[in-house]
Protein backbone atom coordinates (compact mmCIF):
# COMPACT_ATOMS: atom_id res chain seq x y z
CA UNK A 1 0.00 0.00 0.00
CA UNK A 2 1.48 3.25 -1.50
CA UNK A 3 2.43 5.56 1.33
CA UNK A 4 2.01 3.01 4.30
CA UNK A 5 4.16 0.23 3.03
CA UNK A 6 1.62 -2.32 4.03
CA UNK A 7 1.37 -5.20 2.32
CA UNK A 8 -1.98 -6.64 1.20
CA UNK A 9 -3.49 -9.68 -0.28
CA UNK A 10 -5.96 -8.77 -3.27
CA UNK A 11 -7.35 -11.19 -5.26
CA UNK A 12 -10.24 -9.01 -6.78
CA UNK A 13 -9.69 -6.93 -9.95
CA UNK A 14 -10.33 -2.87 -9.39
CA UNK A 15 -12.71 -2.89 -12.21
CA UNK A 16 -14.25 -5.97 -10.45
CA UNK A 17 -14.43 -4.21 -7.43
CA UNK A 18 -15.67 -0.89 -8.90
CA UNK A 19 -18.33 -2.59 -10.15
CA UNK A 20 -19.97 -4.03 -7.09
CA UNK A 21 -19.36 -0.62 -5.70
CA UNK A 22 -20.84 1.00 -8.68
CA UNK A 23 -24.33 -1.63 -8.78
CA UNK A 24 -24.51 -1.23 -4.71
CA UNK A 25 -24.49 2.63 -5.08
CA UNK A 26 -26.89 2.38 -7.25
CA UNK A 27 -29.14 0.16 -5.28
CA UNK A 28 -28.87 2.43 -1.85
CA UNK A 29 -29.85 6.11 -3.67
CA UNK A 30 -32.74 4.20 -5.24
CA UNK A 31 -33.91 2.98 -1.94
CA UNK A 32 -33.15 5.87 0.49
CA UNK A 33 -34.06 9.23 0.67
CA UNK A 34 -31.63 12.17 -0.64
CA UNK A 35 -31.54 14.82 1.39
CA UNK A 36 -33.36 17.79 0.25
CA UNK A 37 -31.09 20.39 2.25
CA UNK A 38 -29.67 22.55 -0.46
CA UNK A 39 -26.97 23.88 1.94
CA UNK A 40 -25.88 20.80 3.66
CA UNK A 41 -25.90 19.14 0.12
CA UNK A 42 -23.53 21.82 -1.21
CA UNK A 43 -21.16 21.44 1.51
CA UNK A 44 -20.82 17.61 1.52
CA UNK A 45 -20.29 18.85 -2.60
CA UNK A 46 -17.71 21.21 -1.53
CA UNK A 47 -15.55 19.17 0.87
CA UNK A 48 -15.49 16.05 -0.97
CA UNK A 49 -14.45 17.89 -4.23
CA UNK A 50 -11.78 19.21 -2.72
CA UNK A 51 -10.10 16.18 -1.09
CA UNK A 52 -10.91 14.24 -4.22
CA UNK A 53 -8.53 16.12 -6.11
CA UNK A 54 -5.40 15.84 -3.77
CA UNK A 55 -6.24 11.39 -3.96
CA UNK A 56 -4.06 9.57 -6.08
CA UNK A 57 -6.79 8.11 -8.10
CA UNK A 58 -7.32 10.45 -11.28
CA UNK A 59 -9.55 7.61 -12.90
CA UNK A 60 -12.45 7.80 -10.45
CA UNK A 61 -15.77 9.03 -10.84
CA UNK A 62 -15.84 10.87 -7.62
CA UNK A 63 -20.17 11.62 -6.45
CA UNK A 64 -20.87 12.65 -2.93
CA UNK A 65 -24.62 11.98 -1.70
CA UNK A 66 -26.10 13.52 1.25
CA UNK A 67 -29.11 10.81 2.49
CA UNK A 68 -31.72 12.16 4.74
CA UNK A 69 -31.03 10.29 7.87
CA UNK A 70 -30.70 12.98 11.00
CA UNK A 71 -30.78 10.07 13.51
CA UNK A 72 -28.03 7.76 11.64
CA UNK A 73 -24.47 9.36 12.43
CA UNK A 74 -23.06 7.28 9.51
CA UNK A 75 -20.90 7.35 6.57
CA UNK A 76 -19.68 5.22 3.78
CA UNK A 77 -17.80 4.94 0.32
CA UNK A 78 -17.48 2.30 -1.83
CA UNK A 79 -15.17 1.23 -4.98
CA UNK A 80 -15.78 3.22 -8.08
CA UNK A 81 -15.37 7.13 -5.67
CA UNK A 82 -18.81 6.48 -4.81
CA UNK A 83 -19.37 8.50 -1.22
CA UNK A 84 -22.48 8.61 0.74
CA UNK A 85 -22.95 10.52 4.11
CA UNK A 86 -26.05 10.16 6.28
CA UNK A 87 -26.89 13.94 7.63
CA UNK A 88 -26.97 12.74 11.16
CA UNK A 89 -23.45 12.86 11.58
CA UNK A 90 -23.24 16.53 10.64
CA UNK A 91 -24.08 17.88 13.96
CA UNK A 92 -21.02 15.84 15.17
CA UNK A 93 -18.67 17.21 12.26
CA UNK A 94 -19.86 20.83 12.78
CA UNK A 95 -17.82 22.76 10.60
CA UNK A 96 -16.06 21.74 6.79
CA UNK A 97 -12.91 20.89 8.53
CA UNK A 98 -15.10 18.20 10.60
CA UNK A 99 -17.12 16.99 7.50
CA UNK A 100 -13.44 16.91 5.62
CA UNK A 101 -12.06 13.93 8.82
CA UNK A 102 -15.14 12.13 7.90
CA UNK A 103 -14.87 12.22 3.91
CA UNK A 104 -11.22 11.72 3.87
CA UNK A 105 -11.53 8.68 6.38
CA UNK A 106 -13.99 6.98 4.32
CA UNK A 107 -12.03 8.06 0.47
CA UNK A 108 -8.92 6.58 2.31
CA UNK A 109 -10.83 2.69 2.74
CA UNK A 110 -11.42 3.11 -1.37
CA UNK A 111 -7.65 3.82 -2.20
CA UNK A 112 -6.31 1.55 0.22
CA UNK A 113 -8.99 -1.04 -1.51
CA UNK A 114 -10.01 -2.38 2.10
CA UNK A 115 -12.95 -3.78 1.07
CA UNK A 116 -11.26 -5.95 -1.72
CA UNK A 117 -8.85 -6.85 1.07
CA UNK A 118 -11.37 -8.19 3.02
CA UNK A 119 -13.07 -9.89 0.02
CA UNK A 120 -10.27 -11.70 -0.98
CA UNK A 121 -9.09 -13.00 2.38
CA UNK A 122 -12.85 -14.42 2.36
CA UNK A 123 -12.73 -15.94 -0.54
CA UNK A 124 -9.61 -17.71 0.27
CA UNK A 125 -11.08 -19.15 3.26
CA UNK A 126 -14.30 -20.09 2.00
CA UNK A 127 -13.71 -21.28 -1.46
CA UNK A 128 -9.83 -21.64 -1.73
CA UNK A 129 -7.62 -19.83 -4.22
CA UNK A 130 -8.19 -22.40 -7.39
CA UNK A 131 -12.39 -21.28 -6.96
CA UNK A 132 -11.89 -17.68 -7.00
CA UNK A 133 -11.64 -16.76 -10.75
CA UNK A 134 -14.29 -18.93 -11.35
CA UNK A 135 -16.20 -17.80 -8.31
CA UNK A 136 -15.94 -14.40 -9.34
CA UNK A 137 -16.86 -14.96 -13.12
CA UNK A 138 -19.91 -16.23 -12.19
CA UNK A 139 -21.31 -13.94 -9.88
CA UNK A 140 -22.59 -16.78 -7.66
CA UNK A 141 -24.71 -16.24 -5.05
CA UNK A 142 -22.31 -16.97 -2.22
CA UNK A 143 -19.62 -14.39 -3.90
CA UNK A 144 -22.24 -11.32 -4.10
CA UNK A 145 -23.06 -12.61 -0.38
CA UNK A 146 -19.41 -12.01 0.55
CA UNK A 147 -18.88 -9.08 -1.43
CA UNK A 148 -22.19 -7.48 0.89
CA UNK A 149 -20.17 -8.58 4.14
CA UNK A 150 -16.89 -7.19 3.09
CA UNK A 151 -17.92 -4.28 2.06
CA UNK A 152 -20.52 -4.17 5.45
CA UNK A 153 -23.92 -3.35 3.44
CA UNK A 154 -26.91 -3.85 5.89
CA UNK A 155 -30.03 -3.55 4.65
CA UNK A 156 -31.43 -2.55 7.73
CA UNK A 157 -28.54 -0.66 9.79
CA UNK A 158 -27.53 1.31 6.80
CA UNK A 159 -23.30 0.99 5.82
CA UNK A 160 -21.36 0.30 8.15
CA UNK A 161 -17.45 -0.98 7.40
CA UNK A 162 -16.18 -3.56 9.93
CA UNK A 163 -13.08 -3.02 8.88
CA UNK A 164 -9.73 -4.03 11.22
CA UNK A 165 -8.03 -2.58 13.47
CA UNK A 166 -5.16 -2.03 11.26
CA UNK A 167 -7.30 -0.80 8.39
CA UNK A 168 -8.55 1.74 10.64
CA UNK A 169 -5.49 3.28 11.50
CA UNK A 170 -4.39 3.02 8.00
CA UNK A 171 -7.46 4.86 6.74
CA UNK A 172 -6.76 7.37 9.65
CA UNK A 173 -3.46 8.06 8.94
CA UNK A 174 -4.09 8.26 4.72
CA UNK A 175 -7.19 10.40 5.53
CA UNK A 176 -5.11 12.98 7.65
CA UNK A 177 -2.78 13.02 5.11
CA UNK A 178 -5.78 13.61 2.65
CA UNK A 179 -7.33 16.36 4.39
CA UNK A 180 -4.41 18.29 5.28
CA UNK A 181 -3.30 18.48 1.13
CA UNK A 182 -6.52 19.55 0.41
CA UNK A 183 -6.07 22.33 3.21
CA UNK A 184 -8.17 21.37 6.08
CA UNK A 185 -6.06 21.40 9.48
CA UNK A 186 -5.94 18.06 10.40
CA UNK A 187 -5.83 19.11 13.86
CA UNK A 188 -9.77 19.46 14.05
CA UNK A 189 -10.00 15.53 13.68
CA UNK A 190 -8.70 15.07 16.60
CA UNK A 191 -11.15 17.35 17.65
CA UNK A 192 -13.86 15.34 15.45
CA UNK A 193 -12.96 12.19 17.23
CA UNK A 194 -13.52 13.92 20.70
CA UNK A 195 -16.93 14.77 19.68
CA UNK A 196 -17.67 11.45 18.61
CA UNK A 197 -16.56 10.14 21.36
CA UNK A 198 -18.98 12.29 23.74
CA UNK A 199 -21.61 11.55 21.29
CA UNK A 200 -21.42 7.91 22.15
CA UNK A 201 -21.16 8.47 25.78
CA UNK A 202 -24.32 10.60 25.45
CA UNK A 203 -26.30 7.36 23.59
CA UNK A 204 -25.13 5.57 26.76
CA UNK A 205 -22.08 4.28 25.16
CA UNK A 206 -23.24 2.52 21.94
CA UNK A 207 -22.18 4.05 19.59
CA UNK A 208 -23.63 4.11 16.04
CA UNK A 209 -21.23 1.58 13.82
CA UNK A 210 -19.69 5.08 12.01
CA UNK A 211 -15.92 3.91 10.31
CA UNK A 212 -15.26 1.20 12.46
CA UNK A 213 -16.85 -1.76 14.43
CA UNK A 214 -14.76 -0.64 17.15
CA UNK A 215 -15.95 2.33 19.72
CA UNK A 216 -13.50 5.30 19.32
CA UNK A 217 -11.54 5.52 22.30
CA UNK A 218 -8.24 7.68 23.85
CA UNK A 219 -5.80 5.04 21.65
CA UNK A 220 -7.13 6.16 18.35
CA UNK A 221 -7.23 9.67 19.55
CA UNK A 222 -3.71 9.14 20.49
CA UNK A 223 -2.43 7.61 17.18
CA UNK A 224 -3.79 10.52 15.45
CA UNK A 225 -2.41 12.64 17.72
CA UNK A 226 1.62 10.88 16.80
CA UNK A 227 0.42 10.94 13.29
CA UNK A 228 -0.36 14.62 13.22
CA UNK A 229 3.51 16.48 12.70
CA UNK A 230 3.45 14.61 9.33
CA UNK A 231 0.30 16.02 8.38
CA UNK A 232 0.48 19.56 9.63
CA UNK A 233 3.43 20.20 7.71
CA UNK A 234 1.73 18.39 4.27
CA UNK A 235 -1.40 21.25 5.47
CA UNK A 236 1.26 24.12 5.56
CA UNK A 237 2.60 23.56 2.18
CA UNK A 238 -1.08 23.39 0.64
CA UNK A 239 -1.74 26.61 2.36
CA UNK A 240 1.14 28.32 1.21
CA UNK A 241 0.91 27.06 -2.30
CA UNK A 242 -2.80 28.44 -2.58
Known sequence: ???????????????????????????????????????????????????????????????FVLFDAPDTANAFALPGGKVGIYSGIL???????????????????????HGGERMSQG??????????????????????????????????????LPYSRTQELEAD????????????????AVAFWRRFQEANRARGGAPPEFLSTHPVDSRRIAQLEQMMPRAVDEYERAIAQR
Open 1 to 63: MPETDRSQLLMIDPAREAQLGLRTFDKLKAETPVSRSQAQTAQVHRVGGRIAVVVPTPGYQWE
Open 91 to 113: PIARDDAGLATVIAHEIAHVIAH
Open 123 to 160: LLMQMGGVALSAALGSQAAATRELAMQAYGLGTQVGVT
Open 173 to 188: QLGLLYMARAGYDPRE
